[in-house]
DNA sequence: GCTCCGTCATGAAACGTTTCACAGAGGTTG
DNA sequence: CAACCTCTGTGAAACGTTTCATGACGGAGC
């Protein structure tokens, strides 16, 4: 199958390939005459760019490389959707990975994306892995770490702030006057359910509450909706204290499950207790009670991170490493409307 | 920067290229010692096969294209996780496109794909767009359609039987004894609710019902959670024929808003309203009443897909174009238990 | 009329692989 | 001992671009 080249181009416009070529890449090296004729030719042929050859020649391909612990996490789905915009604005294209938060399929895939030769990776680090940065620097990748605080300053990263926005949270339910909470998790041993706790216990200091009367912890196995019910019956269950007046839940899933629970038990929400969540996924806001969480700028967070990327990619002399870190923001709604 | 060849390795293990080429692509044509020897060099080196060289000389590269017209949406990133964990096994790499239902963006993107030379694109095609497959099939691409039915014999195509899910989720309430229905969904022109609400008219009339008796559409602007709490409203507002024993929505969004409303006006889901959903999104199982929904094989159908344009990249000759079709699959819960 | 300069176009060399025709060494057969 | 394999390894020719040194042409300045 002999696919239409730069060459036949040439010849069937009359002209040299190092003309087409400068056709292509440098429209203005032509003369307005030769180059509608080369376009015409083009256009007759059908003929369409080999990238290989291009990348081989020029050292630098179209592409980069994303590696996610789960496209079908909606967080990571978002996250795509802004790298993808942003690199398909600059005529890039993304190569998707799903780590699946193993060490050896992001190595794996590491691996790949050096075959490929992308301009740059980023990536959700697996666990808590060491990536290789040096060695993709070495050959040429940039790398931009994704949801992961800037703890190593040679290197963009891009995360949300969730000690923030656990602090924001719990604000929120003081002003109304709470003085009783409960922190609903997976855990702690999930980087975002322990920090989203360090930001409540810093807002009930702050207020001058002590911790240990004014909060306590309920930790479940898992960040689902089945694992929020647990939650909720177990602070049923747990009579001699009576119910919080408010609850926070490290992310909507929980706090979905929990809501339910407690409805069927005869709890009014936000009248007996009110109920904040994490991260506002669509369906917080299409709960039987509309839940109050804290949203994460996350297709923000793809698309900023695509551009460091691609500005590292393009200018690695003057390029300044930045760690960026985004706020998270609070939409109240019905469940802490009391 | 000179990145280190397959020269370099050729060198370093005292042997001529072709002879590291072997080793890497037909391992068995080399000796075990030399091919040892060989190995090592590369892990000293540190060498990284370049692949933009390697799909220039061999003609094919190890990527292929998957256009969408959205990944946020749960259906679709569904569907990219089977593509791309069939895709990684075979040694693939998957290039992600959001086409946004435009057809323009489409075009775009599959010119691009081309340039890049993958083996094969897997297409949401937008709108009703034609799509090139000609074009595409000319230079070495094979298609396969996703998420629409076979109207092509020479294609393979994978999609999920609409018609048969609402049908499966009407007959499970007349099963109950219903015959006061409603068909909640968004426009009739997205081909997804229609054909759904074909399936619930063909179960109907299969009951021996008058539709015209039986049934009400309730059409609203969107597919989410607000324009099912509009649907909920305009029935109870409705007041002459009173509420319909059973809701059929085309969408898990629609059920959800549409639930939500009809608890707030005190109407008891599923006592006094059977309610079902389409999609078994996640959410569907931890709403306020856990909603029955059809569930359809999203992941399956795209590893499926993926499976077949790999045959065909792989055997063209021998390739028999499928049409394939899934069938879904009722999930019941608590919406329709009484 | 001469030089000098800018504008356009040319042709060949590279990029890093794979592939292929071929060669040397050793073994087997008749 | 000649003829003929098989098993390994070689070296050079592709693959389709980009890039770069070079050249042809025509006009401007002196």
Redesign the pocket.
Known sequence: M??T???DVARHA?????????V??RPD???E???SRVLRAIDELG?V??DS??S????RTNALGLIVLDVANPFFTDVARGVEDVSSRRGTVVILCNSDDSVVKQETYLQVLQEQRVRGVLVTPAHDSALPVDALRTRGMAVVLLDRSGDRPDLCSVAVDDEAGGQLATEHLLAAGHDDFAFVSGPLTIRQCEERRRGMRRALRGAGLRLSGAVRDVQVSGMNARSGAEAARRLLADGKKGLPSAVLCANDLLAMGFMREMLRAGVRIPQDVALVGYDDIEFAAAAAIPITSVRQPTYQLGQTAAELLLDECENPEGHAHQQVTFQPELVVRESTAG
Chains 1, 2 share one sequence.
């Open positions: 002999a696919t080249g730069i060459k009359g002209v040299s390939v190092g003309t087409v070529s400068n292509l890449n090296r032509v003369s005459a030769t180059r003929f760019r080999n050859a291009r081989l020649r020029s050292g």
